[in-house]
């Protein structure tokens, strides 16, 4: 399983939900929050800067 797919289940159980997908980006949304980010959902793994930013956008801290 890629790294990326794992990244969206993160967001998923911290209460973000799968808003829609564009090729091979997902748009994912947090109700309570209103905060919004977009997920690239690519074979290879997330580089580390890229991987913070998603989720200081999300407003988490890394598992």
């Known amino acids: ?6 990244r969206v289940r993160y967001l998923k159980k ?11 980006h997902v748009k994912m949304n947090n109700p309570s929050t209103k905060r ?3 997920v690239p959902v ?3 793994s997330m580089k580390k800067g890229l991987e913070q930013a998603i989720l200081k956008q999300a ?3 890394l598992p």
């Open 1 to 6: 399983m890629a790294p990326c797919t794992l």
């Open 14 to 24: 911290n209460g973000f939900v799968e808003v829609r997908q564009n090729g091979s």
């Open 36 to 38: 919004t980010v977009i």
């Open 42 to 44: 690519h074979a290879k």
């Open 59 to 61: 407003g988490l801290k």
